[in-house]
């Protein structure tokens, strides 16, 4: 049987003032009137029954999440005592689903990105699974619209045919994060994906990776199934999980993977990962302005005011992000939306904690 | 006897969003934790003992302002049904002080200017007083800072002598808000003021010269001097102040009116009219900031954060005003603060009634 795991453990510290610490990035209003994780969510549920779609979050967010989709069952929320990356995430998941059904194919997908073809997106889920079936781990590439620094990059490698009309290939290699000059020969050479994050294997295939490749965290992993429905478990994971290396999926797992596939896709793909992604994302007016709740504006031009109950006026400002919450405005220029993350740190260390 | 009279009338479209319709200028907090209208009271205090100090206001304010200066007696709140310019509010003044005392002397004063040298201010009220027992109408002169094209001006004629230290002049005459280049000429030669908008003189005196300058207008405050103290008072002002012709006390008496003096005054005095005046006179940090309530910066430059309860956090901006109140959020540069007015008609025109 198939079935979704959505990573919904992250935090998104760019997106402050409206992403803090209880209200993380997946359960925000950020795209219409459906919080990020009700978007993940609703785009595969035409593919999969609530049952056999599991959420993997963190104890502090659980509840939240829980109440932002009731269709889903609360015991297909898993739940890490506290986040230790991608790979732990999936190894968690990876031992529930197993359980479950001990040919389970596993769907990993993310609560973070924005996806505006999703039919598109369900097709090469489909396409994906048979590569899967294959017993191929399957990443899902992303074609690239710029030579962006921020993602890291798949390499094509030999084709493995067209799967449901989608050219298929085998992974040459996963590139770290680039710089711009190396990011722009790949985007030009046509060869390369951007690392999307989402991946397709059956969880038999995924367990014999973290056996070989991460045996630590294996021995971790089964330690904690082995409480799996008992009342020790609880217990257990509380006690191994703060243990576990922190590690990504795709340092432990996918690089040193064998028979790993990608499955290049042109679906409208788009990481919210900060406000400047917001301003790609949205349809400005005909000033280049995106105007969520009360504004008024003289002379405004190329700006996200990205307001609430409040009213945001403005005069003759250009190229600012305006994000006002209950207890907080920021006020920042587009170009420096990534210092966001800056701000957050800077909240820490000045011991402003109702802010965070 | 001499009486204090302050003009508490204004509204201060310009401080938008934090001055409204029912929370004028007067009544904000703008500098330390005292109102304008608090801080217009309390400099005279020293010289005027509370059941002196009468304060025209509009109707809709007069509680307001009751209740920051409990002080004062509740009938020395002179209550206009509607503004009507400073010459109608000096004769309302007027009919009530002569009443009260055929022989009073009158100082205007008023509350939407700050003056840092309070004792200098005080010195030059009892020096003012003393050419005003002569006959003059005796107008305070701001020696000019800047040739500001925001202010009348005053030309100082031939000498009256030095008056409690204070060289006093005759009015040559008054001058229209001028242009760059005659401001410029005219604080070059050292032998204007501007117009400060504050005055001293014999109750009886300006009666004459609304008498003679004002006809209509005189005739309407008689009709109303004549219902003082009785039951019909409210209904007559309510009749008449509404056909009460629009007129400043410059235009309607001053520049026409004999034996005018002035005597010109340096003792820090501004103008609190727009939120570029509170970046002359608040002190700024380091970074030349200035910033009111809770306020985190990352590269934040000459920058005005007025705020309340909320944190407000700026990166990579500069030259900019940025007020936040209860229900609505202001962002500006410095340079285009005026256009603060213009955002209040566009409220008005748009029904935002709430924000006004």
Redesign the interface.
């Known amino acids: 049987m198939y079935y979704a795991v959505i990573m919904a453990g992250g935090s998104g510290t760019r997106l ?2 409206l992403s803090r610490q209880r209200r993380p990035k997946q359960a925000l209003k950020l795209i219409g009137q459906r919080t990020m994780f009700q978007h993940a969510v609703d785009r595969i549920l035409p593919l999969f029954p609530p049952d056999r779609i599991f959420v993997v979050t963190r104890h502090e967010h659980a509840a939240m999440l829980m109440a932002q989709m009731s269709e889903l069952p609360a015991e297909n929320f898993i739940v890490e005592p506290e986040g230790r990356g991608t790979a732990p995430a999936i190894g968690l998941a990876a031992i529930h689903l197993r359980q479950k059904d001990s040919d389970a194919m596993m769907v990993v997908l993310t609560a973070d990105h924005f996806i505006t073809d999703t039919e598109c997106f369900r097709q090469v889920l489909v396409a994906a699974a048979q590569v899967a079936a294959d017993g191929h781990l399957v990443t899902l590439g992303i074609k690239p619209t710029s030579p962006s620094t921020g993602f890291g990059y798949i390499h094509h490698g030999s084709s493995l045919g067209i799967v449901n009309n989608f050219p298929t290939f085998r992974v040459e290699r996963f590139v770290e994060k680039p710089d711009l000059e190396t990011a722009t020969q790949m985007v030009d050479s046509g060869e390369y994906s951007w690392n999307g994050g989402m991946f397709i294997w059956r969880v038999k295939r995924i367990w014999e990776e973290f056996e070989r490749q991460m045996p630590q965290f294996f021995a971790q992993l089964v330690e904690v199934a082995a409480t799996l429905k008992t009342p020790q478990y609880e217990a257990t994971i509380s006690r191994i999980w703060p243990r576990v290396t922190k590690q990504t999926i795709d340092y432990g797992v996918m690089e040193g993977a064998d028979d790993v596939a990608v499955i290049p896709v042109d679906m409208g793909w788009t990481d919210v990962g900060s406000w400047g992604s917001l301003l790609t994302l949205l349809p400005a007016d005909g000033d280049g302005n995106i105007l969520i709740g009360s504004h ?1 504006g ?2 405004t031009h190329d700006t996200l005011v990205f307001g609430d ?9 250009q190229g ?1 992000v ?1 994000v ?1 919450t ?8 587009k ?2 939306e990534q ?2 993350r ?2 957050v740190d ?2 820490k260390q ?1 011991g ?1 904690n109702q ?1 965070l």
Chains 1, 2 share one sequence.
């Open positions: 402050w003032p008024v003289i002379d109950k409040r009213l945001i006026a403005t005069i003759g400002v600012l305006i006002d209950d207890d907080a405005v920021l006020v920042c220029p170009e420096r210092a966001v800056e701000m800077k909240l000045g402003f802010w």
